[in-house]
């Protein structure tokens, strides 16, 4: 089973410039986590029969929102984060409440979730890292709690570079957005929760990167930042038999990532 993530950074947009139907065609997921859409079902062009579609949209139109398309139908769709967390943590500030912005999308299937994440950005200043670090613990009470029922795979945007491998220039963006170490924490407990980054067991050193600063053609120089992930809990880690990163699949400033369990 192919499992697949990423950050459209606008499913329309990504359409329109013919990228997303090819790259179907070519990966044939079996389900594909997405983030950033920016719009809701009935906006989207794309006509893919063979996947079902389950969308989790922002109030704000034109913003943030994931989804998952699949061809096996799930038991249970889930949007977004169970209300006692969202009680419970401070995901609201001046920029507004993080739990109406679509970041969750969760399937349930016979023997294991799927989960699509698009994490807050902590923002230039770091205006918005308090609320992120809420965020980041919101979250992960909610995937040990679906791991309490059973394995989970969750992927998606973190919106952090984990180590000093996961970006070009980690002295230059130390403490910087994407970089800190609260935001670096967060990846720390969700690995002492049991949760492995995937593309680690099969990759080592730096250079893997998933986006690109449209800026200083840092694509074609791979001036990077892996910050897109698919988090696998550990008592999945028999099953997993591949996880990739594909930066040869354009449309976006975020490439796809994957992971391939037997199953």
């Known amino acids: 089973m192919k499992i697949y993530s990423w950050n459209v950074n606008g499913i329309r947009a990504v359409h329109k410039k013919g990228y997303f139907e090819p790259f179907i065609a070519k990966h044939q997921p079996d389900i594909l986590c997405l983030q950033e859409t920016k719009a809701e079902q009935g ?3 794309v006509d893919l029969p063979e996947y079902d579609e389950y969308w989790s ?3 704000k139109k034109g913003y943030s929102g994931t989804a998952i398309f699949t061809k096996i139908a799930p038991i249970e769709a889930i ?5 006692d967390l969202r009680f419970d943590h401070e995901l609201l500030d001046g920029y507004g409440d993080a739990a109406k912005e679509g970041r969750v999308t969760t399937l349930e299937f016979e023997e294991f979730y799927v989960v699509s994440v698009y994490t807050p950005n902590a923002k230039d200043d770091l205006s918005r890292l308090p609320m992120r670090q809420h965020w980041d613990r919101a979250f992960l009470a909610y995937m040990k709690r679906l791991k309490s029922e059973k394995p ?3 992927c998606g945007d973190l919106n952090v570079a984990h180590t000093e491998l996961d970006l070009a220039r980690p002295k230059e963006n130390k403490g910087k957005k994407g970089f800190t170490a609260e935001e670096r924490g967060g990846i720390d407990e969700m ?3 049991g949760f492995k ?3 680690r067991l099969f990759h080592e050193g730096n250079g ?6 449209h800026f200083g053609k840092a694509r074609e120089r791979n001036v990077g930042w892996r910050i897109d992930y698919c988090m696998v809990s550990e008592d999945l880690l028999p099953i997993v038999k591949k996880a990739e990163i594909h930066p040869e699949v354009f449309g976006s400033d975020h490439c796809p990532v994957s992971v ?4």
């Open 43 to 45: 906006q989207s062009e």
């Open 57 to 59: 949209s922002a109030e």
């Open 79 to 83: 949007c977004g984060l169970p209300d």
């Open 152 to 154: 989970v795979i969750f």
């Open 191 to 193: 690995v002492k929760a």
């Open 197 to 199: 980054d995937s593309f």
């Open 208 to 213: 893997h990167y998933t986006w690109w600063s």
């Open 260 to 263: 391939e369990i037997s199953i």
